[in-house]
């Protein structure tokens, strides 16, 4: 990203300077999969005036057939050159897109626009909501097919090193390339299971955010395939071990302050951040399914594995799934534990931020914090301190979404039939087919 307040001029300067000569208009389709619609450099202007135009039926939870031109309109300051093709003969590079109907419309379906419609209801309470997402992610071997396996290529733990931790030559070309696309990364470490990694990034406004983390899952991608390794966002690759999380921290900001900070308090909060986390834990079932969005995620939401299970907060306890870090004052903010790198950004910053605002608008008050560990309770501690639950399977989450009037709304109902379809399907082709555990649990015995 090169920066911010580019105009129209400064790209075509740009591109010129860099020798592009291909452009690629990026977009997410409902379930979060990067897309793209690749122009030659002599229709950067026409691009540049949102006059490109793409079927828009042919992508998932869009438009139906006989309403599928849409247009891409870029988003200027998203403009970034690719290293890894920036060859002798021309670059690439890239531009975020908001999707638009012919009529000069948004297109409700576009989860960019979802996430901008959530940050305008924020900006009308006088909020700006910043966030800062974990992403982790595993490194597999391929196969000689060029197959991804989950085989790791390193033995490394918690922040280990070489030569144990094999994954930092990696890494370390990761950041490079996303220092060269205009990222600030702040660390980056080996994770708790094998072959686990984790790149953290500059704390930003969401949409920003947002855009950042979609390029980030992009290219740890590409950079991990051109050392022929795969890396992988799914939640929970390998049983036994952690899975891999998005603990994403939130703060609201209001005239130019952090709305979340209060040196009075006793924990050094404000009544709005105790309203923001009490929105967030009564809609924390509700959000699941958009925070949480494969069968797979819910291998990884379990006890035992430090992924959060239990709603509930604390400013100190780890097992809570929202923790309050110990920064205040500029760097007062919560820390979202449940919410996985599959998920939609864009959907899923938008459903935390309307959950959050929820507890703002009602004055929500939080329950008492939890300070014991939660997964050494029993039931009966927990039902007795009001304990509840995540859903414990996305066929539970799905079902707690749509009797979440408030996560649905901030959906709207285009995406919400999209995603619903989607997900409805995933659930049952994963729910008739016969698993190998059934075989070797099964087979012989009955």
């Known amino acids: 990203m090169a920066g911010l307040g580019l105009t129209r001029d400064d790209i075509l300067k740009l591109a010129k300077e860099r020798n592009v000569k291909f452009i690629r208009l990026q977009f997410t389709d409902v379930l979060g999969v990067l897309k793209n619609v690749e122009i030659p450099i002599g229709q950067l202007e026409k691009a540049l005036d949102g006059e490109i135009m793409f079927d828009g039926s042919s992508i998932e939870g869009f ?36 999707v638009y109907r012919p009529d000069g419309t948004p297109f409700e379906g576009d989860p960019r626009h979802v996430l901008k419609r959530a940050l305008k209801a924020a900006a009308d309470l006088g909020f700006t909501v910043n966030a800062g997402p974990e992403a982790e992610f595993f490194l597999f071997r391929r196969d000689a097919e060029g197959r991804p396996t989950t085989i790791t290529h390193d033995a490394g733990g918690y922040f280990d090193l070489g030569p144990v931790e094999r994954g930092e030559d990696v890494r370390r070309d990761i950041i490079t390339t996303l220092d060269t696309m205009g990222f600030n990364v702040e660390a980056s470490h080996h994770e708790v299971a094998i072959g686990q990694h984790e790149i953290d990034f500059e704390y930003d406004d969401a949409l920003t955010t947002a855009d950042r983390l979609v390029t980030f899952k992009f290219v740890t991608r590409v950079i991990a ?20 999380g998005m603990h994403t921290h939130l703060s609201l900001s209001k005239d130019g302050d952090n709305a979340f900070a209060d040196p009075a308090d006793e924990l050094g909060l404000s009544k709005t951040a105790y309203q923001f986390i009490a929105g967030l834990l009564a809609h924390a079932r509700g959000f699941t399914a958009i925070t949480n969005p494969l069968v797979n995620s819910y ?31 500029k760097a007062s903010r919560v820390e979202l534990r449940s919410p996985d790198p599959s998920c939609n950004p864009y959907l899923a910053f938008a459903a935390v931020v309307a959950a959050g605002l929820d507890g703002i608008r009602k004055g929500l008050v939080p329950p008492p914090q939890v300070t014991q560990n939660i997964y050494h309770m029993t039931p009966v501690e927990r039902h007795e301190k009001g304990i509840d639950s995540l859903p414990g399977s996305l066929e539970e989450a799905l079902e707690c979404f749509l009797a979440d009037q408030v996560i649905v709304d901030a959906m709207g109902p285009h995406v919400v039939d999209a995603f619903l379809r989607a997900k409805r399907a995933e659930w049952d082709a994963y729910r008739t087919q016969v698993h190998q555990w059934e075989l070797d649990e099964y087979l012989a015995r009955y």
């Open 63 to 98: 438009t139906r057939i006989q309403e599928s031109d849409m247009y891409l309109r870029p988003d200027y300051d998203t403009f970034a050159v690719f290293p890894w093709r920036n060859h002798a003969d021309g670059a690439t590079a890239r531009l975020i897109c908001d």
């Open 299 to 329: 291998k990884r939401l379990v006890p035992g594995y430090e992924a959060p299970v239990y709603i509930s907060w604390s400013a100190k306890n780890r097992s809570a799934l929202i923790r309050v870090p110990a920064a205040r004052g």
């Open 225 to 244: 395939d051109l050392h022929n390794l795969h890396a992988t966002f799914m939640p929970k690759p390998i049983f036994g071990i952690n899975g891999s």
